[in-house]
């Protein structure tokens, strides 16, 4: 890849980031201007493209629970949404070519059906990208979100399939017997240790589980999928997809690049595409919220999900693709499909940066039509007996929690977004409950005169940002405690009211230090002297305080 290419990308990636919108999209720009200085992507920057898929699919396989993808909310909101998607869609582009608008005069029933399924799927890179921005692949939301994609994906491999008329062999059955396999690829993951090892394996399991079923006669990115759900229970799945981040980011922006680098749109290309995003991702957006909230979601996380998959997605391109090459829909409207795809892009970012202010902003609207009944895992939060609330059970608060429980026992209560997390805490005898403290329906049950301490141990600063909004707004006037990352987050902090503010990474050391100190003074060792036996302030023992 010419370092030219890169240059751009990066500038252009930087460009998008000082607006607050996703690099994504200034990579997306990058590819059209790529375009226009006349480079072509070649099959270098196809292959960086797809690997960057694979290892994407891999990763959310590492991430992803099967059992969720059974639950209605999600399979029965992604195949209503997807019906009800393409028969609105579709009727509304034979109404367009009805009434004479351009490119939709061409369009017969089967075009128009093509154009609305690819329409209908939302972008699991996107929406992944920005999750992990926020720290939210676990939440409920997140998990929802992933599980509604998965379910698209699954469809759309179907889809590519009968339509380029690719059987699986009668080897594909043998796919049937790789959970046997399972604690092979496990027992390799925890000999692999955390260096390059790890990343090797990763990058391997993720290729091989590809091309083992493209042997077969299947879409290779299920197969690195797959590969990922073997992997999702062992310990060190979660360490895996993070050592694999960087390499996934960093060919992600293949993918990107080559959106954009095949074509330059031209006037009416950018008229069309402009009206289907912002009249058509509307709708779908409302009716994915409508759908989560009739499945019982809270109203928080249907809008959260709903607005992780406002967006158009890159199979809507490979769908349209494959429309080309069998004729059924012209060329124009795979650049059509692309631009509206950055676009949408753009406009997701926007709302998906603001997507935790929306909510306060709709919620007297949005909370009118949330059921009375909750599904399980959503039911009122019961904190028991406890003054003390850690929040957020991650390595860090858990181990605030270890030591406040040490003192004060049962008066210290834990609460994580991660239902997961939460089970394997409660099997560990935490005093741990699942709860997402952004959100106001947490609080309606706990009495805030009980609580005298709050902890925040939350990924973002926006997260504590929000819960401390919510404390306020349920009359808590207790302490306030919360870890930071970097010293303007401190200053943050402390203008919300935040009492005690802990810089993690500053004063780790001092920690560490500190335990130390205490530790030795307890035991009083002799310490060996560094001093020679010449220097006249040396010392036998050193005295710990």
Known sequence: MDPLWLLIALVLGLGAQQLRLPPL??????GFVLHAMGVEGGPLLQNLADLGVTLLLFTIGLKLRPQNLLAPEVWGSASVHMILSITLVSSLLMLFGLAGFGVFELLDWRAAAIIAFALSFSSTVFAVK?????SEMKTRHGQIAIGILIIQDLMAVIFLTLATDKVPTLWALGLLALPL???ILGEILQRSGHGELLVLYGLFAAIAGSELFELVGMKGDLGALVFGVLLSPHTKSTELARSLLSFKDLFLIGFFLSIGIDALPGIMDLVVAAGLALLILPIQTLLYHALLAGFRLRARTALLSSLALA???EFGLIVTSVGVTAGWISQQWLMIMALSLSISFI??????ARAHSIYPALEHILRRYQTRKCLPGDEPADIGAAEILVIGMGRVGSG??????EKYGDKVCGIDADALQVARRQQAGYNVIAGDAENMDFWECIDPAQVRLVMLALPTLVDMEQTVERLRAI????QIAAVAKHEDELARLQEIGVHARFNFYAEAGA???AHVQQTLGEQNPPLPSTHSETDKHSDDVIPMP
Not at 347 to 352: Q, R
Not at 475 to 478: K, R, S, T, V
């Open 25 to 30: 999209v200034g990579f997306l720009t990058a």
């Open 130 to 134: 920005i999750l992990e921005e926020r």
């Open 181 to 183: 396999i399972r604690p």
């Open 311 to 313: 967006n158009y997605s």
């Open 347 to 352: 406009l997701a970012s926007v709302l998906n």
């Open 400 to 405: 605030a929690y270890l030591s406040m429980r």
């Open 475 to 478: 009359g808590y006037n207790g």
């Open 511 to 513: 920690g560490f230090a």
